[in-house]
């Protein structure tokens, strides 16, 4: 009997298919027969609107899902942090990557005096309410498309910069050398990491894809999807997250912030390896019941 191929689903962007091909080349290693199936999602072809506007839940990862419920694709892998943390019916996780860098950066067009004013781009929320929580004499402007568009769209303007992600632009060897690490800023949750989603009756492509999953990364990104799913409820917001495995620890960092970026609300806190169960949510409520309720909502209508 033939083995069946298993057909990955991707994005078409440069970034989402070396994401697929990684892990085409992977269950190739352990001998599978895959296909990738490049699909446009509405996130790529609209660039004219802001994110949050387009009820960006799932914005990336809506057409994926359609092409696995209808049956053109049996696998999709994307990037983790663009992934609602509520999956749809009949689709479940199977597999995190090792992560990468979880770390975003400033990629500027020269020498750069933060103590003056200036423009920095960014098409999100919780990059632009940290910046200007640490440069209120800033102004942020909306960036949007792949990170290919996104770099010269940078050199196209007068900004002094742009925030990315690390991962990305490491990942399809486009990272400039003038770069600054923010090692301040506190990733979205997920950051730097991919996954993959199968359907849930599909106990074939499960069972190879799970042969990838890495294990501290899934158990770092769970507990920042928790946080975040516990925070906002549906709504987008500016949350920052990032949990590391350290020993037998777990150490988490995790905010909250306006959008204007002077409210800033933050937890850090460890937990032993052995009783993570719920950390991610108990970190979140901290945050809720101490004014986050508050700003959550405040959020929400003003991105009505």
């Given amino acids: 009997m033939l083995k069946k191929t298993i057909r990955i689903g991707t994005r078409d962007s440069e970034l989402a298919l070396w994401q697929a091909n990684t892990v085409k080349s992977k269950l190739e290693n352990l001998g599978y027969n895959t296909q990738l199936v490049p699909v446009k999602s509405e996130g790529d072809l609209v660039l004219n609107k802001p ?6 839940t799932g914005i990336f990862t809506k057409t994926l899902d359609v ?3 209808n049956g053109t694709v049996d ?3 994307h990037s983790m942090k663009d992934v609602p943390t509520l999956l749809p019916n009949g689709i479940v996780q199977t597999a995190v990557l090792e992560r990468a860098s979880s770390k975003d950066i400033l990629v500027v067009k020269g020498e ?6 200036g423009t920095i781009a960014t098409g999100s929320l919780r990059r632009q309410a940290q910046w200007l929580h640490r440069y209120p004499n800033h102004n942020v402007v909306d960036l949007r498309g792949n990170v290919n568009t996104r ?3 940078l050199n196209d303007n007068d900004w002094q910069g742009a925030i990315f992600a690390k991962a990305g632009l490491e990942r399809i060897n486009i990272l400039p050398e003038n770069f600054i690490e923010l090692d301040w800023m ?3 949750p997920a950051q730097g990491a991919m996954v993959i989603v199968a359907l849930e009756n599909d106990d074939f492509s499960k069972e190879a894809s799970s042969k990838l999953n890495d294990s501290t990364s899934e158990i770092s990104t769970h507990i920042e999807r928790e946080f975040l799913r516990t925070l906002e409820g549906g709504c987008t917001a500016p949350i920052g997250a990032f949990a590391e495995i350290i020993g037998d620890e777990v150490l988490f960092k995790g905010c909250l912030f306006s959008l204007d970026g002077q409210t800033k609300l933050e937890i850090e806190k460890k937990v032993l390896t052995s009783k993570i169960k719920g950390f991610g949510k108990d970190c979140a409520t901290f945050i ?5 309720a508050e700003l959550m909502l405040s ?3 003003q991105l009505k």
């Avoid at 994110?51 to 960006?56: Q, S």
């Avoid at 750069?112 to 004013?117: A, E, R």
């Fill in 75 to 77: 696998i999709a892998v």
């Fill in 51 to 56: 994110l949050y506007e387009m009820g960006i």
């Fill in 299 to 301: 959020i929400k209508n």
């Fill in 186 to 188: 506190l990733p979205a």
């Fill in 151 to 153: 770099l010269q769209k």
């Fill in 67 to 69: 092409a696995m419920i």
């Fill in 112 to 117: 750069i005096d933060f103590k003056k004013s």
């Fill in 288 to 292: 809720l019941n101490n004014g986050g």
